[in-house]
Structure formats: C-alpha cells, structure tokens
C-alpha cells in the first residue's frame, strides 16, 4: 500500500484514519484518486468538499453508510445511487451489531475488505457489486455461525464470497490455522484467497488463458468435491513444496490459484508498502552475488515478473531476520520453488492485462470481463 500523509499539515496517516491526529481534519478515502484527503465540512452539516478544492468547482462528498459504525472511511460522491461507498457497496450481509462483540469482529473484516479492494484498484480489475451486475458482480456475506451444528462455511459461490465472522477472532483463527496445520492465516488472506475464485471465473474461464492455466495449474475439470475428499483423507504429497505455495494448493487447480493469486496479492501490496517508505536493501557484511541488495520500486509499475522476485525474496529475509530479533515468529514462512514462480508469474501477466482498462467498468457503466464462471462453490 502507498504512503499517504495529510495534505493541510504533512502527517503521515495509516490507510484507515478518518481524522488526522495532528491538525484533526476529518479524512475521506477517495477511491477513484486512491487517496486519503483531508475534508472540510459544508454548510448543510452532511457533506464535505476536498480541502484547497476551489468551492465554486468542488465536488460534494459525504461518507459512507457505514462511517457511523466506525467501519469504513471512503467517501461516497454527491448523487450516488447508493449510500455506500464501492467497497462497502459490495455488501449483501453484515452481522446482527446488537449482539455483543459482533460489531468488533465486523470492524475488523471491514479493514480486510477495504485494503483488498484498494489492491484491486490499483490493478485496474473491475470491482462491481452484484447490485448493479446480478449474474456478474461480486458480493460479500459476513455471518455468524448460528449454533455448533450450523457452522457458517466461508467460501465463493459464483461471486457470492461468504465469510464466517469467527476468523475476525483472533484466537479462535490461530485455533483453526493450528488444527489445519497452515504456515499462515489472516483475515485479509482469507479474502485475497476467496477473491482469486472470482477472478478465476472472470479472468480464466472461457478465456484465451484457459490453455496456458491448465499447462500450470493442473485440469480444472477434474471433480471438485471428490479432489477435496482425497485431500482431507490424504493429506499433501510429499514434494509439495517443489510444487504448489501451500499444501492445501494441491487439493484443486482451482485452489492451487485461489491460493497463488492471494499470494501474488501479498507480495505486490507489502512491495508497495515498503517502496512507500523507501526502503533499500543493503546489508552490511554480504558480497553483491549473495543476492540480499535490492532498490525496492513499485510492483504495480512493473511488467517483468522477475523483478519483482529480485526485490520480493531479499525483502522476506529482511522481514523474517527482523521478527527474529524481537523473539517472534517468521512473518513470512513460505518457500517459493521455481514452478511457483511461474505460477506468480502468469497470474502477473493476466492481471496486468486490465491495466488501464476497468475506470469505466468499476462505475458499472460497461460490461464486466466475459466468463460466465464455472468454479462454482469453492472454498
């Protein structure tokens, strides 16, 4: 993610800041800028101009819908078909908030979802809700379970993403990432995971793509439900990881990229992050030909897959050795192998294919990517 700071004072502010801790704006996230600015209210008491915009030219803001719970910062242009802004338009269920702690856990996931789309945004794939594209668009239900017996299943049924609100507890999703015996598990991944199934559905399917993802990824057409029974009874082959970015990519193709995209997803958006910062890699006691020097450059800006790597791959050692120091766990505890590396590589290729092109279609106005999706309901 980029760096952003105020523009009336020059704070530095986190992505989910709605008021500058230093000169105390309101801020506004404004998402087809992807900027967070600082606002000035309006008379009418309801909505905001941009601050330094001239008033006679400004455009009216107000907040989302979901600003009075705490749960989003992105603001909503003046006319707007709807009250929510084009993440939080997304929604088509949100927990009961009166039911204690709920509104925590929905807070949280919120922060997940919002960082996911502003990923998306800078790669320029369409973002529409099922609101305007019913047979299309992309649509979130955030749920409870409703008793033991009625386990609330998070997963993607043909752009209908399902999240159980439980993984927004922290303790109870280290609970289930220890009994599944996964390197790693965060809200935000479970996300980027889902929302490579709709991808899939509308970058790959029926799609010139189709060919070289079945060459990478295995034959899709291969029974799902009976794939993921072999798994769970099986387990990982033993070479896994020569092969696949986690074990449970080997159950399905279309987990292997569900799971591949989400970790394509992690390494371009902490690139960004540490290019923000201007961070440069450049130890002290190793030689050039180790490999650990790299000038961090903004991996959305990049076309060469192989650059990204030369920056990624230096830049987790970094991370790992510095957790190390403070006693904790690897931050980054994968291994890429050179068939995940070509894995990473095409779904680079297929997304940056978009670039420039989703402006019109995130607004609704055009149709979205062809595919009408086969993937169904997967987890």
């Known amino acids: 993610m980029k760096l952003f700071t105020c523009t009336h004072c020059g704070q530095v502010l986190y992505f989910e800041n709605s008021r500058c801790e230093k000169c105390y704006y309101a801020l506004g996230f404004e998402a087809t ?3 967070l600015l600082p606002l000035e209210a309006q008379p009418d008491g309801t909505s905001y101009r941009l601050y330094g915009a001239p008033a006679d030219t400004a455009s009216a803001y107000s907040y989302c819908a ?3 719970h705490d749960a989003c910062n992105w603001l909503v242009p003046a006319g ?6 084009m993440a939080c338009d997304l929604n088509r269920t949100i927990p009961d908030l009166s039911h204690p702690g709920y509104l925590s856990r929905w807070q949280a996931i919120e922060v997940a979802k919002h960082r996911l789309v502003y990923s998306l945004l800078c790669l320029h794939l369409p973002v529409v809700s099922k609101r305007v594209y019913p047979d299309e668009g992309l649509q979130f239900d955030f749920k409870a379970d409703e008793s ?6 998070t997963g993607h049924d043909n752009g209908l993403i399902t999240i159980n609100i439980a993984e927004a507890d922290a303790i109870e999703r280290e609970q289930a990432r220890q009994s599944m015996h996964e390197l790693y598990r965060t809200l935000l991944g479970h996300f980027r995971h889902e929302v490579g199934h709709y991808y899939w559905d509308r970058l790959i399917d ?3 793509n189709l060919a070289e993802f079945r060459q990478l990824f295995g034959d899709d057409r291969q029974d799902y439900g009976e794939s993921l029974k072999k798994h769970y009874a099986q387990g990982a082959p033993p070479d896994w990881q020569q092969h696949y970015i986690s074990s449970y990519a080997t159950s399905h193709p279309w987990e292997d ?3 591949t995209w989400a970790h394509y997803l992690h390494i371009i958006d902490t690139l960004q992050t540490a290019y923000a910062f201007g961070l440069r890699l450049d130890p002290l006691d190793t030689r050039p030909e180790q490999g650990l020097r790299a000038a961090i450059r903004d991996p959305y800006q990049l076309a060469d897959f192989a ?6 791959l230096p830049l987790t050692f970094a991370m790992n050795s510095l957790n190390r120091s403070m006693g904790l766990p690897d931050p980054y505890p994968f291994i890429i192998s050179p068939d995940v590396t070509k894995k990473l590589a095409f779904i680079h290729k297929v997304a ?3 670039a420039g092109l989703a402006s019109a279609q995130q607004l609704g106005q055009q149709p979205l990517l062809q595919g009408e999706g086969g993937s169904g309901n997967v987890a």
């Open 33 to 35: 800028q992807l900027q």
């Open 66 to 68: 979901n600003h009075q």
């Open 80 to 85: 707007s078909a709807t009250p929510f802004c």
């Open 148 to 153: 033991p017996e009625q386990r609330v299943m």
């Open 206 to 208: 029926d799609s010139p």
């Open 257 to 259: 990229w569900a799971e």
């Open 307 to 312: 650059k990204i790597m030369d920056m990624w």
């Open 352 to 354: 940056g294919e978009r």
